[in-house]
């Protein structure tokens, strides 16, 4: 089966960085962090104080008010990428094109905040005070759904839920559905908006989040410093096509997307396989898938954490798949800045990776104060960098020991 090529040709992002992908990538590139004292729940219930949270959200914006009543925040969040994608796409979906057009949008935990409101009012007021929208509004796939409703899309309509992969997961699933003709184009990432009493309060008994309290500090990936993850919420969304399709219609193109690769560790239900063994096997997996050697990957935007086994471990992995060539890549991890998006962490790593293929400029590792002797690459520390990138590999690795891996290329024709 000849395999078609597959394209970038619209993106969208709601962050801790701003509601914009140019927010997005000004201050990912300046170093700025979006990260902060916690004010969605009261912070002084929870060891960990600070969050990447999204500012200034107007659901109106996007979409119907009445709609976003029915939808928990996770979703108006994927709805409002989406329709920043498709406008940057200039993509309009007509009866004729809709059953070619399909959605592939994940969510790491879903709708939270809708459980935890809706638990309340049932143990207070009983079951009959429980909304009829409550599983509409919780379950994970809900943001696909209602982007497929909203925007008309008919083709095959999915949902992946893997912890922190969920969104490079989902990418590359919707990737392989064009790549084999399955659709023409896909919309496609991942959401989250899990800052919830409930989260906080797993998260933090898992000693998964930083307890340091300093927002400038708490997010430090490779650092020998490192104590744990900050929690962060919003989407990003990609329109993936043919180039068959994107050349139809004179679209813009950003990038193509050549490699995928998704493993299992089989090890642990949240600690990473010892040296990063899943990590190196996806990533090995999408540069065969991409028949790429190892040695033209430039830029790599990191799982990178900043917990100290998946810090540690990614960087064994890297070390394993690209030997002599991992001192010369640039690896940076933007979650220094955003925090970890969880289900949504992927896919805005991946506007993150395009971004720097487009306009030659690598973002940072900010907070990178003491090296670790473990952790000893080059993690474009502080400041971002001017350099040709014209592949990069995006890694995302979830709990239940989910790895996935995605590759970049410059287009050309």
């Given at each position: 089966?000849?395999?078609?090529?597959?394209?970038?040709?619209?993106?969208?992002?709601?962050?801790?960085?701003?509601?914009?992908?140019?927010?997005?990538?000004?201050?990912?590139?300046?170093?700025?962090?979006?990260?902060?004292?916690?004010?969605?729940?009261?912070?002084?219930?929870?060891?960990?104080?600070?969050?990447?949270?999204?500012?200034?959200?107007?659901?109106?914006?996007?979409?119907?008010?009445?709609?976003?009543?029915?939808?928990?925040?996770?979703?108006?969040?994927?709805?409002?990428?989406?329709?920043?994608?498709?406008?940057?796409?200039?993509?309009?979906?007509?009866?004729?094109?809709?059953?070619?057009?399909?959605?592939?949008?994940?969510?790491?935990?879903?709708?939270?905040?809708?459980?935890?409101?809706?638990?309340?009012?049932?143990?207070?007021?009983?079951?009959?005070?429980?909304?009829?929208?409550?599983?509409?509004?919780?379950?994970?796939?809900?943001?696909?759904?209602?982007?497929?409703?909203?925007?008309?899309?008919?083709?095959?309509?999915?949902?992946?839920?893997?912890?922190?992969?969920?969104?490079?997961?989902?990418?590359?699933?919707?990737?392989?559905?064009?790549?084999?003709?399955?659709?023409?184009?896909?919309?496609?990432?991942?959401?989250?908006?899990?800052?919830?009493?409930?989260?906080?309060?797993?998260?933090?008994?898992?000693?998964?989040?930083?307890?340091?309290?300093?927002?400038?500090?708490?997010?430090?990936?490779?650092?020998?410093?490192?104590?744990?993850?900050?929690?962060?919420?919003?989407?990003?969304?990609?329109?993936?096509?043919?180039?068959?399709?994107?050349?139809?219609?004179?679209?813009?193109?950003?990038?193509?997307?050549?490699?995928?690769?998704?493993?299992?560790?089989?090890?642990?239900?949240?600690?990473?396989?010892?040296?990063?063994?899943?990590?190196?096997?996806?990533?090995?997996?999408?540069?065969?898938?991409?028949?790429?050697?190892?040695?033209?990957?430039?830029?790599i935007n990191a799982h990178?954490?900043?917990?100290?086994?998946?810090?540690?471990?990614?960087?064994?992995?890297?070390?394993?798949?690209?030997?002599?060539?991992?001192?010369?890549?640039?690896?940076?991890?933007?979650?220094?800045?955003?925090?970890?998006?969880?289900?949504?962490?992927?896919a805005v790593e991946a506007?993150?990776?395009?971004k720097a293929i487009g306009?030659?400029?690598?973002?940072?590792?900010?907070?990178?104060?003491?090296?670790?002797?473990?952790?000893?690459?080059?993690?474009?520390?502080?400041?971002?960098?001017?350099?040709?990138?014209?592949?990069?590999?995006?890694?995302?690795?979830?709990?239940?020991?989910?790895?996935?891996?995605?590759?970049?290329?410059?287009?050309?024709?």
């Amino acid at each position: 089966m000849e395999r078609r090529r597959v394209v970038v040709t619209g993106m969208g992002a709601i962050s801790p960085l701003g509601l914009t992908v140019e927010q997005l990538w000004q201050r990912l590139t300046n170093g700025e962090s979006g990260i902060d004292y916690l004010t969605k729940v009261n912070k002084e219930d929870f060891p960990a104080k600070v969050a990447g949270e999204v500012k200034d959200w107007d659901a109106s914006l996007y979409m119907d008010k009445k709609e976003a009543k029915r939808m928990d925040l996770f979703t108006q969040y994927a709805v409002g990428a989406a329709r920043m994608a498709l406008e940057d796409a200039n993509l309009m979906i007509t009866e004729e094109l809709a059953p070619r057009v399909g959605v592939w949008v994940g969510s790491g935990i879903g709708g939270m905040a809708t459980y935890e409101e809706q638990f309340n009012k049932f143990k207070e007021k009983g079951y009959r005070r429980v909304s009829p929208f409550f599983v509409p509004m919780l379950i994970p796939d809900m943001a696909a759904g209602q982007i497929s409703i909203i925007f008309g899309a008919k083709g095959i309509n999915s949902c992946t839920v893997t912890a922190c992969a969920t969104g490079t997961n989902s990418i590359g699933d919707a990737f392989k559905v064009i790549e084999r003709g399955d659709a023409d184009v896909m919309i496609t990432g991942g959401a989250e908006a899990p800052l919830t009493n409930m989260a906080f309060a797993g998260f933090s008994s898992a000693k998964a989040l930083s307890f340091n309290d300093d927002p400038s500090t708490a997010s430090r990936p490779f650092d020998l410093n490192r104590d744990g993850f900050v929690m962060g919420e919003g989407a990003g969304i990609l329109i993936l096509e043919s180039l068959e399709s994107a050349q139809a219609r004179g679209a813009s193109i950003y990038a193509e997307i050549v490699g995928y690769g998704s493993t299992g560790d089989a090890y642990h239900i949240t600690a990473p396989a010892e040296e990063g063994e899943g990590a190196q096997r996806a990533m090995e997996q999408a540069i065969n898938d991409a028949g790429l050697r190892p040695d033209q990957v430039d830029y790599i935007n990191a799982h990178g954490t900043s917990t100290p086994f998946n810090d540690k471990f990614e960087t064994a992995a890297i070390k394993a798949v690209f030997k002599e060539h991992a001192s010369k890549l640039m690896i940076s991890s933007t979650k220094s800045m955003t925090g970890h998006l969880l289900g949504a962490a992927g896919a805005v790593e991946a506007i993150a990776s395009i971004k720097a293929i487009g306009t030659g400029i690598v973002p940072p590792t900010i907070n990178y104060q003491t090296p670790d002797p473990e952790c000893d690459l080059d993690y474009v520390p502080n400041r971002s960098r001017q350099a040709k990138v014209d592949v990069a590999l995006s890694n995302s690795l979830g709990f239940g020991g989910h790895n996935a891996t995605l590759i970049f290329k410059g287009y050309q024709d």
